[in-house]
T-cell receptor
């Protein structure tokens, strides 16, 4: 079946602008995760959804970042007043359930965000 | 913050040789996973080993886990040029809500 998809694949924006990044998880997966990966680093956790609710948003760097998952499927990561330091690859992952320690997370191809 | 530390940071081998990559972590875990990444994009899941397991195999991959030393190793046997990629270990820490903590990764180059 189809894997995790993310759109757009690339996004170039100007400092101060607002951006939305979309993630379509694998059908039937109830848990959804957002990570951010800077050049030369491993992915870093941002936020995690169980169904529609954000179960853990401890990785969001500040209040300019927000994510929603209104119907428990597609999720949107929203970044307000973008800064150059927000430039990174934003990765989305999903897993069948959120049972801690038991589920493989499947990653999408990522959205490469460049803030000029 | 990143929990895992992989070593070496970069590894270059000849096709056909075995590649061994190591990962150390700091806190107790539920499981440890290895991922592969090509060209800085999507991560491909390779293998998951639970904290009560010591060794797992999948095709040419062999993963070991030593929870007493807080370390894991990934062995790729009979490497191929197509194995050239970055490899990351990721830990699902106990009490961490299933979020993964990644290391900085190992760059593997397999020369044809």
């Amino acid at each position: 079946g189809a894997g995790v998809s993310q759109t757009p694949s690339n996004k170039v924006t100007e400092k101060g602008k607002y951006v939305e990044l979309r993630c379509d998880p694998i059908s039937g997966h109830t848990a959804l995760y957002w990570y951010r990966q800077s050049l030369g680093q491993g992915p870093e956790f941002l936020i995690y959804f169980q169904g529609t609710g954000a179960a853990d948003d401890s990785g969001l760097p500040n209040d300019r970042f927000f994510a929603v998952r209104p119907e428990g499927s597609v999720s949107t990561l929203k970044i307000q007043r973008t800064e150059r330091g927000d430039s990174a690859v934003y990765l989305c992952a999903s897993s069948l359930t959120w049972t801690s320690g038991k589920e493989t997370q499947y990653f999408g191809p990522g959205t490469r965000l460049l803030v000029l | 913050s990143q929990q895992g530390e992989e070593d070496p940071q970069a590894l270059s081998i000849q096709e056909g040789e075995n590649a061994t990559m190591n990962c150390s972590y700091k806190t107790s875990i539920n499981n440890l996973q290895w991922y592969r990444q090509n060209s800085g994009r999507g991560l491909v899941h390779l293998i998951l080993i639970r904290s009560n397991e010591r060794e797992k195999h999948s095709g040419r991959l062999r993963v070991t886990l030593d929870t007493s030393k807080k370390s894991s190793s990934l062995l790729i046997t009979a490497s191929r040029a197509a194995d050239t990629a970055s490899y990351f270990c990721a830990t699902d820490r106990t009490g961490a809500n299933s979020k993964l903590t990644f290391g900085k990764g190992i760059t593997l180059s397999v020369r044809p």
